[in-house]
């Protein structure tokens, strides 16, 4: 009886440390998890170690509060004006109530996939052809702020929504490749046109520039040979005045020299005879003979015997 005894109380003993051990339960970081008991919600244990009631709590749901992404498939959605286009979205979320996330809804990641499939729906409704495919960014503002105030109720914060691809028609796909052929060959129209018209007047400008140091260098050179020539007759003026200031000077060293010899008549005679003779060779057409030319004859031949007699 005594070793029955021992074996039970060791059973129980290993029974109640196994029991206990059991309902140990250590929260690792970024998870929580949701605590009923009887049935009913009790509590929410976030990281550290915790200890469950045996029998009585349970873990009813662990939640991870790490930011999760889900990508949804292309849903088919129509623009303002009727064209029918597939758009795939990713959603960028975050658990921050795990109570609320795991009694809010049955189903919450189907919850979003509906409500970002119906919420598309209404903002793309709204916009033409043209203006979603240019308006990314107002999309996904809108939706991220239609889809965060919806599913706060469920413990869920919507940080993000990215359209990730729009896919319309493949008729209105070539229709715009057809668009934007034609816009980028404009463009290149444009651009050789600017091109072209640029050169032209460069060119044109460079001409005028050209033109306009070839005026300047004539100008220049008809300037400089002005004043060369002004030089060259103020020279030749200064020279005929030189000369003519040595002959007046040589002219009157003459008679100053003719004065200082004190000469007799017939030396003034024979002068006026060469004087004479001299207008006689010119051009003249009538010669002014002086009265006493008779007297200056006979004095020419007396001195022309005396010099033959020498």
Request: hydrophobic share 45%.
């Amino acid at each position: 009886m005594g070793l029955i005894k021992l074996i039970i109380i060791l059973a129980v003993i290993i029974l109640l440390v196994a029991l206990i051990v059991t309902n140990i339960r250590i929260v690792p970081q970024a998870r929580a998890y949701v605590i009923e008991r009887l049935g009913a919600y009790n509590g929410t244990w976030q990281v550290g170690l915790h200890f469950k009631v045996p029998l009585i709590d349970k873990v009813a749901r662990k939640v991870s509060l790490k930011e999760k992404v889900i990508d949804f498939p292309p849903q088919p959605v129509i623009t303002k004006d009727n064209v029918t286009m597939e758009i795939d979205t990713v959603v960028y979320f975050q658990i921050t109530d795990p109570k609320s996330y795991t009694y809010g809804v049955e189903s919450p990641m189907d919850a979003i996939e509906n409500l970002t499939a119906t919420t598309l729906r209404n903002i793309i409704g709204d916009l033409e052809l043209d203006g979603t495919l240019t308006s990314r960014e107002l999309i996904n503002s809108k939706m991220r702020m239609v889809l965060d105030e919806a599913t706060d109720p469920w413990g869920i914060k919507i940080n993000r929504v990215e359209v990730k691809n729009i896919t319309p028609p493949r008729d209105i796909q070539m229709a715009m490749e057809k668009q934007m052929r034609a816009e980028r060959e404009r463009r290149e129209a444009i651009l050789r046109a600017e091109g072209e018209k640029k050169s032209a007047i460069l060119i044109a400008e460079g001409q005028k520039e050209s033109m306009i140091l070839q005026a300047e260098a004539n100008k220049e050179s008809k300037i400089l040979e002005a004043e060369a020539k002004k030089e060259a007759a103020i020279r030749e003026a200064e020279g005929e005045a030189e000369a003519i200031r040595m002959v007046q000077q040589a002219t009157a060293d003459g008679i100053k020299m003719l004065v200082e010899s004190q000469p007799n008549k017939e030396v003034i005679a024979l002068q006026s005879l060469e004087a004479f003779e001299k207008a006689a060779d010119g051009q003249a057409t009538k010669i002014i003979i002086p009265s006493d030319i008779a007297s200056l004859a006979g004095l020419a031949t007396s001195v022309g015997e005396l010099v033959k007699e020498k």
